[in-house]
């Protein structure tokens, strides 16, 4: 691959092979997702896209989607160029990137080119869709030899603010762009510079997710060095200690694209991410319908018994399995209380969050009919002998974001505003893959808790995961969540129940009473669950303790927001300052 030195590293803590570049000019990586034959329908199409790419880049503003060719012989393609290039750069980077491309992955139906000589531009195709999605994998890492000599400890703090900036100023561009430049001083003489860019068809959080990956990717191998960055299918991240980008380009204001896009860039080749609109419908079940479904509400179907309600398992008579939650009797709401609700819960719609699909008001009863989530909770593989043997660090801290993501979307991202209050290891579901999926959201909406009643008879939660100032005044706020959600991080770190909390041989104690002990005593390691040590990044893990007691502190004022806990998890970030004062 050229003449740069490349050398394979295998990070276990990411289980996956990266190149590393010590310096990068070009990368590509034809993928072994399969071969075409010389003179196929697929050979040609391959040929007409990539060829089209360059001529069509510069009119579309730097970004440019095709697709030729039609069922097993449609080839997707893109071509984007880095957004500080001038037109002509861009053109022929694409036009270089194309020819190269074709000779080094003569046959292969998938493929990617990173060109960072000189000019840059990221040029890909594939037989499957690769539009409007987030694609971390493969990453190219890249960095330079000479190491930094300056204090390690203030030039983290100055180095992870910048990124942390720049990754959510990237993100926040347009449909069109979105690319960032940053500065930051690290003494007066000397400054670090930053460049991010997201393929602009992807949405604001993927780009944040892509970037804040990009940059932990680069912590991982290249801490300490003089400059670097990781380009991935869906995002590229440089930094360096002098200006590597054109500041001329880079500072104008975003230029207004053409209008004159070819049908083929819009129409259905990008698809958008469509959390919240896919569908706003709701549909009315009748009750006979689920009463079948769950074989009269059997206790053999009965998956459990959450907030507000038992959940049966059921399947309806076209096949598909769900989850049906048949709500206590004894709320006072009325009926078409409880229909504008659904609806607007119903509207909820993240990977993050179990999708509601219908509902049923009838008799008396209320049911709710959700999908069904085939791994059960959380609960049953972190506190199961066995089965927590399987939860590698990878795979917690995967569902720790993913609770992340659904937490923020609740607090800020829907426009519902919805505060869980019963965030607990029981309450997150987990798809076939393992995806955390966060369950009884916007019950308490669907039951509003009684005003006149006196607030700490009526406090709904779990005990063990309530902040301090819900539990003493009542008061419940997004911070409120975010406490639940620092209790979350600590259990699944440490394998262990917060409210029933082993130490050693020695008895039960408070599992945040311990983390508290063991952070400020310097002996974080304690408060992992011994089956990951060793077999991960220890320093991964601490720093996602230290997350988890940013969480938990009793002042919910300094508690993060959740937006801050997932740039935090994605990057490198961390405030410093974590204060544990004692309620008297
Ligand atoms: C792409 O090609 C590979 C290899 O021929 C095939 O296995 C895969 O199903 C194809 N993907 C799509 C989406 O057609
Ligand atoms: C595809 O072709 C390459 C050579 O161009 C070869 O190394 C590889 O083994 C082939 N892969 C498959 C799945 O046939
Ligand atoms: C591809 O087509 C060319 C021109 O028609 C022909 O010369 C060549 O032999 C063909 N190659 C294969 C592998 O069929
Ligand atoms: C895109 O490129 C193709 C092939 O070079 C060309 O025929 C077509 O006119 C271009 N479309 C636009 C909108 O420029
Ligand atoms: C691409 O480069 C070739 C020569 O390498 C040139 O003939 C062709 O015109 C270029 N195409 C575009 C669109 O710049
Ligand atoms: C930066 O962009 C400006 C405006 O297009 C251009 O005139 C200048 O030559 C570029 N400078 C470099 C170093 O590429
Ligand atoms: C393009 O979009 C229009 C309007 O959304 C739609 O009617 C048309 O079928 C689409 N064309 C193709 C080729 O998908
Ligand atoms: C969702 O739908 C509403 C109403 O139809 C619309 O105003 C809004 O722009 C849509 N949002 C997205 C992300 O498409
Ligand atoms: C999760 O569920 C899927 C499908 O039911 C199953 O194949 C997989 O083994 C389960 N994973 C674990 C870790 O139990």
């Known amino acids: 691959m050229d003449n740069r030195s490349v050398s394979h590293i295998n990070i276990a803590s990411l289980l996956f092979h990266f190149l590393i570049s010590i310096y990068l000019t070009n990368a590509l990586r034809c ?17 007409l896209l990539l060829s089209s790419l360059a001529s069509n880049v510069t009119a579309n503003g730097g970004f440019y989607t095709a697709t030729v060719g039609q069922g097993a012989d449609e080839v997707y393609g893109l071509a984007l160029c880095r957004a500080d290039s001038s037109s002509e750069a861009c053109s022929n980077c694409v036009n270089t990137t194309m020819i190269d491309l074709i000779e080094k992955c003569p046959n292969q139906k998938e493929a990617i080119s990173w060109w960072a000589a000189g000019d840059n531009c990221i040029i890909r195709y594939a037989n499957r869709s690769i539009f409007g999605r987030v694609e971390i994998d493969p990453p190219e890492i890249f960095y330079n030899t000479g190491d930094i000599k300056f204090n390690m400890e203030e030039f983290d703090q100055i180095w992870s603010n910048l990124m942390a900036r720049l ?72 930094w360096d200690l002098y200006p590597f980008y054109n ?18 860039s819009t129409n259905n080749t990008i698809s958008k991410d469509l959390d919240e609109n896919s569908s706003t419908e709701c549909p009315k079940f009748n009750f006979e319908t689920i009463r079948l479904a769950t074989n009269d509400f059997s206790y053999h179907n009965k998956l459990g018994q959450g907030g507000f309600g038992t959940v049966y398992k059921g399947v309806l008579s076209n096949g598909r399995v769900v989850a049906v939650k ?26 993050n969050l179990v999708r509601l699909l219908g509902f049923c008001s009838e008799r008396n009863e209320r049911l709710l009919i959700y999908e069904y989530v085939p791994n059960s909770s959380l609960d049953r593989f972190i506190y199961d002998r066995d089965k927590r043997l399987l939860m590698d660090w990878n795979m917690r801290y995967k569902i720790i974001v993913g609770i992340a993501r659904g937490i923020l979307y ?37 039951f509003p808790i009684d005003q006149s009643e006196d607030a700490t008879s009526k406090i709904v939660g779990t005990f063990g995961y309530m902040a301090p100032e819900y539990v003493f005044n009542g008061i419940v706020s997004v911070k409120s969540d975010v406490f639940s959600f620092g209790v979350l991080i600590l259990e699944i770190i440490t394998g262990q129940k917060s409210n029933k909390f082993r130490i050693g041989e020695e008895g039960e104690g408070d599992l945040i009473t311990f983390a508290w002990d063991n952070w400020i005593g310097g002996t974080a390691s304690n408060i992992i669950d011994p089956i990951l040590i060793g077999a991960a990044s220890t320093h991964d893990i601490v720093r996602c303790i230290q997350i988890g007691l940013l969480c938990l502190q009793d002042d919910a004022a300094k508690r993060p927001t959740m937006a801050s806990v997932v740039l935090m998890l994605g990057s490198a970030v961390l405030c410093p300052c974590i204060v544990k004062t004692c309620i008297s």
Do not use: W
């Open 31 to 47: 993928y072994q997702t399969g071969n075409f034959t010389t003179n196929s329908t697929y050979a040609k199409n391959r040929g």
């Open 167 to 238: 990754s959510t100023k990237a993100s926040m561009g347009s449909s069109k762009v979105k690319f960032a430049t940053r500065e930051a001083d690290l003494t007066p003489f000397q400054k670090i510079y930053a460049l991010m860019q997201c393929t602009p068809d992807i949405s604001q959080s993927n780009c944040n997710y892509c970037l804040g990956q990009a940059v932990v990717q680069y912590n991982n191998c290249c801490h300490g060095k003089q400059g670097g960055g990781v380009y991935t299918p869906s995002c590229i991240f440089r």
């Open 247 to 264: 500041n001329s380009i880079a500072d104008a204001p975003t230029p207004t694209p053409p209008v004159s896009i070819s049908p083929h």
């Open 326 to 351: 048949r709500l206590t009797r004894n709320s006072k709401q009325g009926r078409v209380d409880f229909k504008n609700e659904v609806m607007l819960v119903a509207r909820l719609q993240h990977r």
């Open 410 to 446: 609740l607090h800020e991202d829907s426009q519902l505003r919805i505060i869980h209050r019963d965030l607990k290891v029981s309450n997150i579901l987990l798809d076939e893959k393992m995806n955390p999926k966060i369950s009884d959201f916007g019950t308490a909406r669907l």
